[in-house]
């Protein structure tokens, strides 16, 4: 349109001039010169304003910048003819503004394959991130593990919210999806430096260590991730960036967020709820050679599993003398007497956060019984609503984790990695209640009560007595020098993001 408008105004003053003739030229040349000096005007408002608009419109964030590139409406649109167009569409915006990027020299790229289930890769994407902001490197999007028992075939992108991450995070560390083009074919061709770093590392560690091999490589891959990043003794900047990587980068994708609030839905419109995480899946019993209540073909089958699996390295294992030690998860039997010791109300709804249990519906009978409402995400939705689901464990898992986030109460019967960082999530929104089992301390009163040295009474009472301090109040994490294994996760009690402040903490 602008430059049919000025071929218009240019005809048009040529035709002028050849009819006036050579008498009262001054006057048309004052006229001409004006003209030419309003055009000039127009043309460079015109400049000006469009150049205004594309600076305001691609300040707003980069995410935008295509669009103003790519065909948004022009300044000098009916439609937009004004900036009172440009500032109706706004509104929409701050939820997406972004933190500005942090400026930084590139030491490198870290790559990083994470190992074990859902929550375990969980804490160490946020121990990597956190590694690679202090060693000025830029990081890759985590691989997941494809290998584990659970075989769960899914990408990064397919469980957390990849461009969150990577946007949420760039005032702090600058992640990629994947290598520039020419790193990228050097690591094809399987010329990568890669190793596992050493577990419980302090950042010092991984600056004296790990930075002066990525300098010199410029690309290396940590192949193994988890509780590679010790719990205490590190900087409050690297504990607060630990938990800002948990609580707000780490986001699952709108698909797992619209069925998860669903299933708490679904579960609120019949009052409260709690979420028990019974982990007495196959893989479990297998791992941990757990087998109390198992019959001799269960017991073989759970055997032979675990010798198939290499990486599982414990292979010779006494049952009764593990589960005296609080060692095994607590049975689905035990768990209903448990929860009846602690008049947990039976007309609650418990969801169970698990896979298959096993043994099925035969060792579920006593909790169905104490507790006949009893609900799994595959009974409160329709199978199609799962169907993208199946054969991907991790995903359904981070279903659990959102209900569980959201629940009255949060009983685990064992402390593996969901339990712990469910329970630390569970602190950051408010400490809600999270009944931590003492399952050494549970089986011995469980055993008493069965051998009638305690009445129903004791027995409740003792438990009751016994857990009133468990039930995920402010408390300071147990530090045991040297034993990292053996003393309080970070991810647990990350007691350095929370509040009351450390003041106000008791010590365990």
């Known amino acids: ?20 003739g050579v008498g009262g030229g001054g006057d048309r040349v004052e006229k001409l010169k004006n003209s ?9 408002t015109t400049s ?15 995410t935008w910048g295509p669009r103003v590139l790519k065909g948004w409406p022009s300044c000098f649109s009916h439609q937009d003819s004004s900036f009172s167009g440009i500032e109706h569409k706004v509104p929409s915006v701050p939820a997406r503004l972004l933190p500005p990027k942090r400026i930084y020299k590139n030491n490198g790229y870290l790559m990083v ?11 160490a994407i946020c121990d990597m991130v956190t590694i690679a902001r202090y060693l000025n490197v830029t990081l890759i999007v985590p691989e997941l593990d494809k290998t584990s028992f659970w075989a769960d075939p899914s990408e990064f992108q397919d469980i957390f919210d990849v461009d969150h991450f990577i946007t949420s995070l760039r005032d702090e560390v600058r992640i990629l999806k994947e290598l520039p083009p020419r ?48 719990n205490n003794g590190q900087p409050l ?15 699952f994708t709108s698909q797992i967020e619209d069925l998860g609030k669903r299933v708490i839905k679904l579960l609120r ?33 759970l055997t032979r599993m675990r010798y198939a699996y290499p990486w599982w390295k414990e292979k010779i294992i006494n049952s009764d003398l593990k589960r005296k030690d609080g060692l095994c998860p607590l049975t689905p039997e035990e768990t209903a007497l448990i929860l009846r010791a602690l008049d947990i109300d039976n007309s609650y709804q418990i969801y169970i956060a698990a896979g298959e249990i096993y043994g099925g519906n035969r060792r579920m009978a006593s909790l169905a019984a104490a507790y006949p409402r009893l609900v799994r995400k595959e009974t409160l939705l329709e199978p199609s609503d799962l169907g993208f689901f199946q054969n991907h464990s991790s995903q359904m898992a981070a279903l659990d984790y959102l209900v569980s986030l959201e629940s009255d109460i949060f009983i685990p019967t064992y402390d593996g990695n969901m339990a712990k960082v469910v329970e630390g999530h569970r602190r950051f929104l408010g400490y809600k209640q999270t009944i931590l089992l003492d399952r050494r301390l549970l089986v011995d009163l469980i055993d008493q009560y069965h ?18 301090s468990l039930k995920g109040q402010p408390t300071r994490r147990l530090v045991i020098p040297d034993r990292p294994k053996e003393e309080d996760y970070f991810y647990a009690n990350p007691e350095e993001c929370l509040q009351p402040t450390y003041g106000q903490l008791g010590s365990t």
């Open 113 to 123: 394959s994470c190992n074990g289930g859902l929550n375990q890769m969980r804490a």
């Open 237 to 251: 900047d690297v504990q607060k960036l630990r938990c800002r990587v948990n609580f707000s980068a780490l986001r």
């Open 451 to 468: 051998s009638g040295s305690l009445s129903w009474n004791e027995f409740s009472d003792a438990v009751k007595e016994s857990h009133a």
């Open 269 to 301: 419109q019949n009052g409260p709820f709690i979420v028990l995480h019974l982990r007495y899946e196959m893989d479990m019993l297998a791992f941990s050679g757990c087998t109390q209540g198992c019959n001799n073909e269960e017991v073989e089958e």
């Open 36 to 44: 030419r000096m309003k055009l000039w005007m127009i043309r460079a």
């Open 48 to 62: 000006v304003l469009l150049w205004t608009c594309i600076v305001q419109l691609t300040a707003v964030g980069e």
């Open 183 to 230: 790193l990228k074919r050097r690591v094809e061709t399987g010329m990568v430096y890669s190793m596992p770093p050493i577990s419980w590392s302090d950042i010092s560690y991984y600056r004296n260590q790990i930075l002066p091999l990525i300098q010199k490589y410029k690309v290396v891959h940590l192949n193994r991730t988890d509780a590679r990043l010790a």
């Open 1 to 20: 349109m602008c430059s049919v408008e000025e071929k218009g105004r240019k005809g048009g003053m040529r035709m002028g001039i050849m009819r006036g």
